[in-house]
């Protein structure tokens, strides 16, 4: 399949950044610069600053997702939301087992399998998040933490599913750290991911699904790493913060 017939998206995962005022300025100053885009637009941030980035981008090309969400309709989760607040809302996206939550967070290949299930179940579209550790990359088993993570991450899924979930590749090790994969590393296990999915699926399936990369991209990589067959578009940390530098990698990503 042609990478033109794919949709390229760019979102940006704000972490624990901006309180909902500040949601609001950055999202004021991203919104004119992006307004041509030619690739879907996210910014996915904290569950505080939701109402106000809805608001904000109502009538806008860029959508809003969240950064988790839990799998249970309600109940004594404390501290965790649930797909349906989300969808009340007014939130199309949700990040799901980002390697900060898998290293910080206790989440694990079965919980984001759960919470994957859960936000299509509710109409949501999971940015699902895989990758691994520099460790697992230099005793040379990249390939099967990906593979691994890709199977259990979307056991169950239908492939009538499969159409809403994106895929983001993040090579742990270049998360954060300024240090990115170079551009023909993050093809090597884009590629490698649209194959599992294609064994999984099939490859009809495995070309319509959007595999982003993300890890220290920027304005200044991000024409190299889009450039590439099975990259299409990016997952942005530190470079979403900054209005500037993040339409810079939407223009990247435009082309
Ligand atoms: P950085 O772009 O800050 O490296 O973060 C990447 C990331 O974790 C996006 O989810």
Redesign the pocket.
Known sequence: MDKAKRKAIIAG?WKMNKTPSEAKALLGEIIPLVADADCEVIACVPYVDLAAAIDATAGTNVKIGAENCHWAESGAFTGEISTGMLKEVGVEYV?LG???RRQYFGETDETVNKRTKAALAAGLKPIV?VGELLWERECNITEEVIARQIKLDLWDVSKEELKNVVI?Y?PVW????GKTATADQAEEVCAFIRAQLAKLYDQDAADAVTIQY????NDQNADELVSKTNVDGG?????SLVAEKFAAIVKAASK
């Open positions: 995962n990040v980002h390697s900060e998040c983001a993040e270049a998360i954060g750290t993300g890890g220290s991209m997952l942005i940390g530190g470079a």
